[in-house]
């Protein structure tokens, strides 16, 4: 970071949670979110979130919710949620964060929108999404796609991966930039990424 005296960017995110400002308006109520390291470390200059491919399965007007789970699923559940950040680690409001992905059994649908789901991040740039962790598929290893559009300035399109995941070493598409930080919560898990917008 610079040495002018903009607070850095854990001291943003440790003062967000100590004013307990994770309980979002529109949000779901349940949460199992723990503090998690940010994804990757930001200091002023780094470079933006590597984007990648939205892949075939990419389906547009998706709804406006954070809670994607769906009645009668069997997969573990998972909130996913960080800041969505400049390149001087500047939080940014009102950025649209589009999730999508496979389902419990590696399938998405194109025909409805399981499993799909935008929302804005806050005053503080946060979002947060209560979901599933999705199937592998054929080619594959286990992933979410997302889309992160600064209205009127740039649009991200990318990939988030998980830990640990023996298929990783075999997905032409993996990068470790784009791995997730993650934790147990009992029977569910806790999932973080900060994407870097290429803003100043």
């Known amino acids: 970071m610079s040495t002018h005296s903009t607070p850095s ?7 967000a949670l100590a004013a307990g400002s994770l309980g979002l ?12 390291a940010p994804t990757p470390q930001c200091h002023d200059g780094d470079p933006p979130t590597e984007p990648q491919t939205e892949g075939p399965f990419y389906k547009p007007r998706s709804p406006a919710r954070a809670d994607l789970t769906e009645p009668g699923a069997k997969a573990r559940l998972v909130e996913l949620s960080g800041y969505v950040l400049t390149r001087s680690c500047r939080p940014v409001p009102r950025v649209l ?18 499993y ?3 929302i804005l991040t806050d005053a503080a740039g946060r979002y947060r999404f209560r979901t599933i962790e999705p199937a592998l598929y054929p080619g594959r290893t286990r992933h979410y ?8 300035r740039q649009l ?18 993996f990068s470790r930039e784009l791995l997730m930080r993650v934790a147990n919560s009992g029977e569910a898990m806790s999932a973080r990424f900060d994407f870097v917008l290429d803003l100043r």
């Open 9 to 15: 960017r854990r001291q943003l995110l440790h003062g």
């Open 25 to 36: 308006t529109g949000y779901p109520d349940a949460t199992f979110a723990q503090e998690l």
């Open 97 to 114: 964060v589009d999730l999508w992905h496979a389902d419990e059994h590696g399938d998405y649908d194109n025909r409805t929108f399981r």
């Open 116 to 118: 799909r789901g935008h």
């Open 145 to 152: 796609h997302a889309k992160v559009l600064a209205t009127g």
């Open 156 to 173: 991200l399109t990318t990939q988030l991966y998980f830990p640990d995941e023996p298929m990783n070493a075999r997905d032409g598409f």
